[in-house]
T-cell receptor, first 117, second 114 residues
C-alpha cells in the first residue's frame, strides 16, 4: 500500500520559535496533501488542503500566517508553525491523495508530536 | 458529507468478534461508507469501505443495511492490537480530481481485553 512519512516524529521547541514538519509520499505522487491537528482525547480536525504548485486552502479558524504550508513537489508538503506557543502543542498528521488511485484514497502519515515549552 | 453517529466506547474479548455500529441516516445515494482506525499516537489507518453491498477484506467485514442508513464493521477475531479508535465516515467519491474532505467524528474506542 501507499506509504506516507512525516519528519520529525517528535519535536520540542521553545515558545516563539518556528517549527517545520515534513510530509512525504514515498511510493506515489500526491497531487493533494491534507494537514490535520489532533488535541489529546479529541478527534482529527482538518487544518488545510494543499495542492501541488498552488496555495493551500485553510479551514475556517486556522490562521494561514501562523501555519505556513508549502507543497512544492508531488511528493513533499511542509507545515511550518511560526512563532509557536504552548497552545500550539498538538499531534499534527498529514495525509496524501494518490492521483492514480481510482478509489481516490487518502493515506495518512504517522503524525508529529509538537510540544512547545 | 453526511454525519455519522457511533457509540463512544465498546469492549470485546480477545479472540471474539467485534461488531462496531455506525448510523448514517442522512447518507445520500452517491456517498460511500468508510472505516478508519487510529491506534494511540499513530496516524489513521484505512480499514474498508463500501457503497451498498457488503464488503470483506483481510482486516474486516463491512455490513451495510439495505436502506444504507447504518452499517456495522466486523473484526472477526479481535486481538489486543485491534484496540484503537474506529471512525466511520461517509463521503462522495468524486471523479475528475476534485478535492474532498474527510470529516472525522469522535469515533468508537474499542478496547480488546485479554
Amino acid at each position: 500500500g501507499a506509504v506516507v512519512s512525516q519528519h520529525p516524529s517528535r519535536v520540542i521547541c521553545k515558545s516563539g520559535t518556528s517549527v517545520k514538519i515534513e510530509c512525504r509520499s514515498l511510493d506515489f505522487q500526491a497531487t493533494t496533501m491534507f494537514w490535520y491537528r489532533q488535541f489529546p482525547k479529541k478527534s482529527l480536525m482538518l487544518m488545510a488542503t494543499s495542492n501541488e504548485g498552488s496555495k493551500a486552502t485553510y479551514e475556517q479558524g486556522v490562521e494561514k500566517d501562523k501555519f505556513l504550508i508549502n507543497h512544492a513537489s508531488l511528493t513533499l508538503s511542509t507545515l511550518t508553525v511560526t512563532s509557536a506557543h504552548p497552545e500550539d502543542s498538538s499531534f499534527y498528521i498529514c495525509s496524501a491523495r494518490d492521483i492514480r488511485d481510482l478509489q481516490d484514497e487518502q493515506f495518512f502519515g504517522p503524525g508529529t508530536r509538537l510540544t512547545v515549552l | 458529507d453526511a454525519k455519522t453517529t457511533q457509540p463512544p466506547s465498546m469492549d470485546c474479548a480477545e479472540g471474539r468478534a467485534a461488531n462496531l455500529p455506525c448510523n448514517h441516516s442522512t447518507i445520500s445515494g452517491n456517498e460511500y461508507v468508510y472505516w478508519y482506525r487510529q491506534i494511540h499516537s499513530q496516524g489513521p489507518q484505512y480499514i474498508i469501505h463500501g457503497l451498498k453491498n457488503n464488503e470483506t477484506n483481510e482486516m474486516a467485514s463491512l455490513i451495510i443495511t439495505e436502506d444504507r442508513k447504518s452499517s456495522t464493521l466486523i473484526l472477526p477475531h479481535a486481538t489486543l492490537r485491534d484496540t484503537a479508535v474506529y471512525y466511520c465516515i461517509v463521503r462522495v467519491i468524486l471523479s475528475g480530481g476534485s478535492n474532498y474532505k474527510l470529516t472525522f467524528g469522535k469515533g468508537t474506542l474499542l478496547t480488546v481485553n485479554p
